[in-house]
């Protein structure tokens, strides 16, 4: 096994013949040094196999140019559509990415955040896991002044700066539809009622029904983990209910077209036996038949945005101290999957 | 603005009345210091805000415990399987990730390998960028005795380490079945065929054709970028060309979902009048009608033997002199988008 040698200014000074200091300011091609000579010494660094050492002149600056994220997971639509809004904005910036996945869990998250604060990142960047209960595991991050933006998943009445769309809203507009379309029995499949996101969407579906006065059922709400086996033993359970219901409004996209395949396989007709609306606008959203009603939720761009409040808390260009919250639009969008009136809507 | 008070070890000292030295060892729970001293000195700690550095304590050592992931891009699915898998492994041996998405370019991953030599990542995983000529960027890695492993997209000749699956075998897998139902005139939507995985998966295609005499027709091949609109519009293609083909293998489930929806709406039948194969076992291959024939192709397994692979070579497990390839099974899944001969085949 060949053993690695580290190459120094040192090496590169007594080889050129010049002060270590010279070597030192050409590498950082500071015009001190003459352009011929800074050209010689890039040209020896090269050739000696010599490493910038980001990471120590950054330790000197107390500074790491890394930014940190915790999501729940890296296999989804729309974490990855989030994250590569993130990447882009921060990379446009001279910054990286550390990232790592909470894989739903508060005690992976907890064990991150700490790993994270360790490593020196500038700035952390998060979307909670399912069942995290309260953000203490954050509090070390303000204690020491550190940046912290957290998106999508959040917990909307702390003090941390945020990033969302407004889920409630969205969850109003969707049922509104569906009720709209003349259905009453409106299924509502959900992720972990914990978050936010979930909450908020059902808060807006319970204020649809209570304004056109259709009584509230809780069995109507299947609370799961939104995963393909569950969406599909949702669907199941829905079928097999007394009193079918009319409508259902799930939250994810890839959930409905699950539950939309286990119905049609089962010789229902959509929207007509049963009207269907997602989350997200995804692409399986157009490519299922019919295509599925949904609510476009800009995730690069949320991406982006979070990245972008964080690198300016960074830079000092906004002020820690005055809180935001960032609310991005997201638009209902009308397709097959619930037009069970499609010349009065459209 | 509040400004950022760093504890330091003299500051618990002072605070304790001990010795630097004992705060030092304390903090590292060695001990040589008494567990009752020992709990003061972590109680302290935690309660002046003292932040432990792991990242100038790597320096030292020097190590970052970083290990650095570049890939095409973030919003895909295989993609984020396999980045799932690999941040699984590297997390429970104690590394972190470093990500950055090349968006397809040569240039940007050049500029992110060269970033993540600088930032002194452990080692490094590529995924390659679609036009990436040559392997000249990576070089340095080998230089410095750093580890690094290409999985899925690589150079198959060259002598960096690997993880892939058998894409020759698989595309004649694909094309063999197609033949056996039947078609005789197969269209190959594909990617950029500099990179490997389309490159061997199309001369799979080309060597099925070849043992059953079908001549092969340059013209039946189209090269995309596999986004949704090129995938539409290749779809359109199809059906405006003058003698219409029988069959369709893409190189991309996501890409034949829309290739199929675009030919239902055209009024095609699938199977029937054009049958349809993708690549991936992605969950669209499932929910989409009828469901696709297609390659199940491990990403997350690829992940974590890619992850592997290089934590032994970062840990001296195993040797990086000796070169290692290892390829990862793939299976033909056939489903209803081919099956014009339903019952003689399953």
Chains 1, 2 share one sequence.
Do not use: W
């Amino acid at each position: 096994m060949s053993t690695r040698k580290i190459v120094t200014i040192y090496d590169i000074a007594e080889r050129l013949k010049l002060a270590p200091s010279t070597i030192s300011r050409g590498l950082q091609d500071n015009p001190a040094v003459n352009e011929k000579t800074r050209k010689r010494i890039m040209a020896a660094a090269a050739e000696m196999g010599y490493r910038f050492n980001t990471f120590a002149s950054n330790l000197r600056k107390q500074r790491s140019n890394m930014i940190g994220v915790i999501v729940p997971r890296l296999n989804s639509y729309f974490i990855s559509s989030m994250l590569a809004g993130i990447e882009k904005e921060i990379n446009s910036a001279g910054y990286d990415m550390l990232i790592s996945q909470s894989l739903e869990l508060e005690a992976n998250e907890i064990k991150y955040a700490r790993a994270m604060l360790n490593n020196r990142v500038d700035g952390l960047i998060v979307n909670l896991a399912a069942n995290t209960r309260n953000l203490d595991h954050f509090q070390e991050y303000s204690r020491h002044n550190l940046p912290l933006v957290f998106v999508d998943r959040v917990f909307e009445d702390d003090d941390f700066n945020k990033v969302m769309i407004n889920n409630s809203r969205a969850g109003y507009d969707i049922t509104r539809h569906l009720i709209e379309q003349g259905c009453r029995r409106i299924v509502h499949l959900t992720g972990s009622l914990m978050r936010n996101v979930y909450q908020e969407r059902k808060a807006g579906y319970q204020r649809a029904l209570a304004e056109f006065q259709i009584p509230y059922d809780e069995e109507l709400v299947l609370e799961t983990e939104l995963t393909e086996d569950a969406s599909a033993a949702a669907a199941e359970k829905i079928l097999k209910m007394k009193n079918r219901p009319d409508a259902l409004f799930v939250s994810n996209d890839m959930s409905a077209a699950i539950c939309m395949k286990v119905f049609k396989d089962a010789g229902l007709h959509i929207p007509q036996d049963i009207a269907v609306a997602g989350f997200n606008n995804e692409i399986i959203s157009r490519l299922s038949d019919p295509m599925i009603t949904t609510i476009n939720y800009p995730g690069e761009e949320m991406g982006r945005t979070a990245a972008r409040q964080l690198i300016n808390l960074i830079e000092h260009k906004s002020d820690n101290d005055l809180t935001k919250s960032i609310i991005l639009k997201s638009q209902l969008v009308v397709r097959g999957s619930t037009l069970k009136k499609p010349t009065t809507n459209l």
